[in-house]
């Protein structure tokens, strides 16, 4: 009976996570076309829910990766620490958004499980590799997309060139419609799928299910809770991203948008986990970085770098933390009350 109940703690620590991460990384796929003024924000809100769910149910490549690739064997872990990481990670994603901070909830995920098996089980039932291949995934994506965002502004100035600057804003003003819905179903891809690899690999550890396989009804759970999120809106990080980093026309905002939508679909077709904030952020830094490298607000994109190297390790020891309170819990009360 408490495996069920620790279960459905998980379910719903998890499927909170998912929704968290929808207001949270709204704004990686309307803030450059909010602020470019390209669309509406109750509009490119509402587009942008539905286009997360239909994103979230096309692959399952990442939750696999997300549940198989952190600890050696799922049998060495238990519900108690998933919940505990759960919770380091949303801790975190709380404290970010408050302050406006687009950090990434997917650092935060990893950060958490990585503090939370520590604690409890050691640092043996870590799964080095497929941890390196993760962070490696995390850490390069953002570098990818300032280099491909630079080269791809510098080919629609090419383009573009010899039109009327008006002109190329009105045409861009409307491409930006779609690579925003483009980005948005990426985002859909690739971040719901962390929570369903996290349900997933609860379900393996418990015994509920026999193999690593996502089923349907977690698909359709954590679809729903990012789309979700994402109708709630993260309007303070929207507003750091859209404006903050680097004043953008309809023309980088296609280009921004496009650019990380290509990412981001390759690193889902390819299973590996990216952070959608980190890979939006990079290219508006390399489409900016292309107009003219001054006008990117680098004091600001210094201040995004810091949050992101704090998020692992801070989260890691919040994920510890959880464990400590949970197991003391565990141990001192509830075995008088079951």
């Known amino acids: 009976m408490l495996d069920t109940y620790l279960m459905i703690a998980v379910v719903v620590l998890a499927l909170f996570f998912d929704f968290i991460n929808g207001f949270h990384d709204t ?59 759960l919770i380091g990670a949303i801790i975190w994603n709380l404290v970010t958004w408050w302050f406006g901070m687009p950090s990434s909830s997917s650092h935060a ?17 870590l799964n080095g590799l497929g941890i390196l291949k993760i962070i490696l995934s995390l850490v390069l994506s953002p570098v990818v997309a300032i280099i491909v965002g630079y080269l791809i502004m510098h080919i629609v ?19 930006q419609v779609m690579s925003a819905a483009l980005m948005a179903f990426s985002h ?15 379900l393996l550890s418990g015994g509920f299910i026999g193999t690593l396989e ?17 109708s709630v ?6 507003r750091t991203v859209g404006g903050k980093i680097f004043k953008m026309y309809p023309i980088h905002g296609f280009a921004a948008d496009l650019n990380s939508a290509f990412v981001i679909l390759t690193a889902t077709l390819l299973h590996l986990p990216v952070s959608t904030t980190h ?31 704090l998020t692992i390790p801070c989260t890691a020891l919040m994920g510890a933390a959880a464990y400590y309170f949970i197991s003391h819990v565990f141990t001192n009360f509830l075995p008088n009350l079951l």
């Open 27 to 85: 704004a990686n796929a309307i803030a450059t076309c909010v602020s470019t003024r390209a669309i509406r924000p109750g509009i490119a809100i509402l587009g942008t829910a539905v286009l997360n769910f239909v994103g979230a149910m096309i692959s399952t490549g990442v939750a696999k990766t997300i549940g198989g690739d952190i600890v050696i064997s799922a049998n060495l872990i238990n519900e108690v620490i998933i919940i505990a990481g």
């Open 109 to 125: 995920l990893i950060g958490g499980l990585i503090g939370a098996v520590c604690f409890s089980v050691g640092i043996s039932a």
């Open 157 to 175: 100035f090419h383009v573009c060139k010899g039109f009327k600057p008006a002109k190329v804003n009105l045409s861009a003003n409307r491409l």
């Open 188 to 202: 859909g891809s690739n971040d719901a799928q962390k929570s369903m690899g996290i349900i997933t690999l609860a």
């Open 214 to 230: 996502v089923p349907m009804v977690v698909k359709l759970l954590c679809a729903a809770a990012m789309a979700a999120g994402t």
């Open 233 to 238: 809106g993260g309007w303070k990080i929207i």
């Open 279 to 309: 890979v939006v952020s990079g290219s508006i830094m390399g489409v900016g970085a292309a107009e003219r490298v001054k006008a990117v607000h680098w004091n600001v994109a210094r201040q995004m770098v810091f949050a992101w190297v």
